[in-house]
């Protein structure tokens, strides 16, 4: 079955750039979207279909997705932005095609 | 506004069934769009369980599929989910969520979520 692999945290400082990847094979042939997690809080989409941010979903967050990585960008990272982040694809490659889900990352914002 | 509300039993004895309904409001779900349930256990990331359209059309998670029914009741706007023969490995907060066109589509519209504990 088809496996995302994410890095299980990331920490970087308030004003600063954070990336966090998710690795599949070929995942550029598919599309990612993107979520946030908040502590006691359901998911909230945060990137869509790659690199679309739904409605309300500030342009600091955007994304990019080729080859093996995709790759959630979070510019001028703020406090409130500490969360987890889960990509997620659709699996077609198999006779059982299912919604893939990565690890998740957890955001520090020091 | 499009809005999601979980409910059902908070606690399951271990090979029993557990149910859960997903109310929408805001929207009609026999205008369209699929309705799916994810799942996350304690301190863990998210599983999808499955999807249902508004016809009553299904997929499911491969590795869940022989324990799982979801169905759709559009008279009372809800979807339900059953899952058979629980585990412990079967706690989770339990979410349901829209799904904007199957296949793998983002899920937009999230509902709180419900813990739900598999014990005796």
């Known amino acids: 079955s088809y496996v995302l692999t994410q890095p299980p945290s990331v920490s970087v400082a308030p004003g600063q750039t954070a990336r966090i990847t998710c690795g599949g094979n070929?995942?550029?042939?598919?599309?990612v979207h993107w979520y946030q997690q908040k502590p006691g809080q359901a998911p909230v989409l945060v990137v869509y279909?790659?690199?679309d941010r739904p409605s309300g979903i500030p342009e600091r967050f955007s994304g990019s997705n080729s080859g093996n990585t995709a790759t959630l960008t979070i510019s001028r990272v703020e406090a409130g932005d500490e969360a987890d982040y889960y990509c997620q694809v659709w699996d077609s490659s198999s006779d059982h095609p299912r919604v893939v889900f990565g690890g998740g990352t957890k955001l520090t914002v020091l | 506004q499009v809005q999601l509300q979980e409910s059902g039993p908070g606690l399951v004895k271990p090979s029993e069934t557990l149910s859960l309904t997903c109310a929408v409001s805001?929207?009609?779900?026999?205008?369209?769009?699929?309705w799916g349930w994810i799942r996350q256990p304690p301190g863990k990331g998210l599983e999808w369980i499955g999807s249902i359209y508004h016809s009553g059309s299904t997929y499911y998670n491969p590795s869940l599929k022989s324990r799982v029914t979801i169905s759709v009741d559009t008279s009372k706007n809800q979807f339900s989910l059953k899952l058979s023969s629980v585990t412990a490995a079967d706690t989770a907060v339990y979410y349901c969520a829209r799904e904007l066109s199957g296949s793998g589509s983002p899920f937009d519209y999230w509902g709180q979520g419900t813990l739900v504990t598999v014990s005796s």
């Open positions: 805001g929207y009609s779900i026999s205008s369209g769009y699929y």
């Open positions: 279909d790659d690199s």
């Open positions: 070929n995942i550029g042939s598919k599309s």
